[in-house]
Every structure is written in C-alpha cells, then in structure tokens.
C-alpha cells in the first residue's frame, strides 16, 4: 500500500432532526480512531465509508478512486470497495471452516480455491490459530472466532479496514492480545484502519490519531496523546478523566459556574474575556481556601476514591485524606488548584 491508498472522506448525513457532518483522513499503515458519545453518529460514518449507506452530501475515496460521490450518484457497491470490516460480533458463516471462512474473501476476488486456501493458512498462522483450521466457529472461543474474523478481513487485502468496537465483548486479556494483533497487522500490510471505540485503551494503545464527534461534528481531532492529555470538549475531558471548566476571567482568574474560581497565572487572558481551563482531578486541593463547592457523588478511583462536586469537578482523594473529610452528598468542601497545574485557552463560541 501507498500514499495512493489514503482513506479521504466527507460526508453529510441527514437523518431527521440529526445531521452527520464530518470529515476523516486514514493513511496506510495507520490507525484512526473515532470516539464519541452514543448517537454521536460514529456507526453512521463508517457505514458511508463502507458504501451501506449513500449520504446526501459529500465523497469518499480511497486515492484518486472515488467510491461514493453524492454530486454525482456515484456508489460502488461494497464488495468492490476494498474496504473490510471488523465489528464486535465476528461474523463468520457458522457451516465453514476457520480456513474456508478466511479463504472467502480471496475467492469472492477472483482467486483460485487452491491460492485461497493457501492464503487462508498464512493468515491462520499470522493469527495464532495455524492449528484450529479444521474447527468450526461453534468449536472456537470467542476471542478465537475474532481472530477469524480479523484474518478473514484482511486477507482480501483491503486497502481500508473498518474497525466497530471489535474488542466490546471481548475478556480483558483476549482484547489486549487482539489490540496487539491488529497494530501488527495493520502495520505489517500498510492498510488504512478506522476505529470505533467507546474505550479510552482502544485509543491510547492502538490510534495514530484521534478524532472527537459530538452531536454529529468533529469537535477535536489530532495525536492521541495531546487530545487526551488536553482536551478541548467537554466529551473528550470526560473520556480522559480531566476537568474542564468554561467561564469568563477576572483579575488573572477564570470564574465558571457554581462559584468555581481558577487561577491562571502570568499568562491569564484579558479580564472580561471567556476562556477554558483544563486540570486533572489530582491536582485539586481540598482545604480551608479555594471555592466553595458541595459533594455530589463518591466513588472508587484508581488509587483512592473520586468525588464529584457541584460544576462537575472531580476531585481525586487519598483513601486516607477521604477518611479525615464528611464526604457526604451535599456536605460542603473548598476546593483549590495551583496555577502552574492549568491550561487555560480561549473558550470555543457559545
């Protein structure tokens, strides 16, 4: 695969009230992952992509080959797209073979049973399963069952795979396997990768690149690591577990909602002006100075217990200092944050 096999697409969807309007790059030998919350519209894309829906507006193309054009009416059909598809239910025919199951693609293609099949073998192998080739997907485990169906995606040789919260139903070490499975994959083939994902490991350990859909728009995209160490969507901050507040500044500090007072330190825009702050929950301070705020929930954290306060703060607690405090829902607490642990940039228009 080449620069020739970049994934481009622009599509708008119209559903009703909803309207998907997004844009999306995936290069060979690369993995993009889509996240965002439910009916954000991140199924919708990849059906575009993969031709099983034809949008109002826009174009995919994988090079200059245009699969979809809207302007145009041009739609090739799926099976001639060079586009696979990998989603959290494996979908292999329950009546073949691992081998057969993987060899269908090549034959669907053109290619002769005998090749297919030789093929299929090397893709078994490439898999870990080169010993269950015989075994019917009713005798294979489920982490089993998707790697057939990883190996049957790709060995068409797509110049595009399309990646639906595969690893959803999946134990914790079976989907860490898998995920290493898919990198090396991809990698190995050079095959543009699009990933839907819900899980914030799929991200971290798999993408080259992030985009954020919110609502049926990219509200952020870019590296994984910078995104998510610093996020400019409310969505996104959730997902990382960082703060974000919106408000407007005064006297170098943000004032936001519920009383919550940020300091921004020397670099602090204008007073008046409307801006955003983003500081993890371990850096929020709960004291005698700072903000008055009130718990609203607790909860198990990862290395102690998470409060919740009002504005949406959370808060990450030792178990010892959450011992020492009435974390009661409603029981008042002053939070604080030192500057140096902001980032504060200017506030998207409302």
Do not use: Y
Not at 155 to 165: H, I, K, Q
Request: aromatic share 2%; glycine share 10%; net charge negative.
């Amino acid at each position: 695969m080449t620069a020739e096999s970049t994934l481009h697409a622009r599509v708008v969807v119209r559903r009703g009230a909803f309207v998907l309007d997004a844009e999306i790059e995936a290069r060979p030998g690369r993995i993009v992952a889509v996240v965002g919350p439910n009916g954000a519209g991140k199924s919708t894309l990849l059906d575009a992509i993969a031709g099983l829906l034809m949008p109002d507006e826009g174009r995919v193309a994988i090079g200059d080959r245009v699969l979809t054009d809207a302007a145009t009416g041009r739609r090739v059909r799926p099976e001639h797209r060079s586009v696979g598809l990998l989603g959290q239910d494996p979908l292999v025919f329950p009546h073949l073979s691992a081998l057969e199951n993987v060899a269908f693609g090549p034959r669907s293609s053109g290619t002769s049973a005998r090749d297919a099949r030789r093929a299929a073998a090397t893709w078994l192998e490439a898999v870990g399963l080169a010993d269950l080739a015989d075994r019917r997907p009713d005798a294979l485990s489920g982490g089993q069952r998707q790697r057939v169906a990883l190996a049957r995606a790709l060995a068409p040789r797509p110049a595009v795979v399309l990646l639906d919260e595969p690893f959803a139903q999946l134990d914790v070490r079976t989907a860490a396997e898998l995920r290493d499975l898919v990198r090396e994959q991809v990698r190995r083939t050079g095959t543009a990768a699009v990933l839907v994902t819900h899980d914030l490991v799929d991200a971290l350990t798999l993408a080259d690149h992030v985009v954020v859909l919110h609502d049926g728009r990219v509200v952020e995209e870019g590296d994984v690591l910078a995104v998510l160490t610093d996020p400019a969507h409310p969505f996104t901050a959730a997902l990382a577990g960082v703060n974000l507040v919106v408000g407007t500044m005064s006297d170098g500090a943000l004032v936001g909602p519920g009383g919550v007072v940020v300091p921004c330190g020397p670099d602090a825009p204008p007073p008046g002006s409307r801006a955003q702050v983003t500081f993890a929950p371990a850096a929020v301070r709960v004291g005698a100075a700072g903000w008055e705020t009130r718990v609203v929930d607790v909860e198990n954290g990862a290395t102690g217990v998470r409060v919740r306060t009002t504005a949406d703060v959370v808060v990450d607690l030792a178990p010892a200092a959450a011992a020492a405090l009435d974390l009661r829902v409603g029981s008042p607490l002053r939070l604080a944050v030192d500057p140096g642990d902001v980032r504060v940039r200017p506030a998207p228009p409302a």
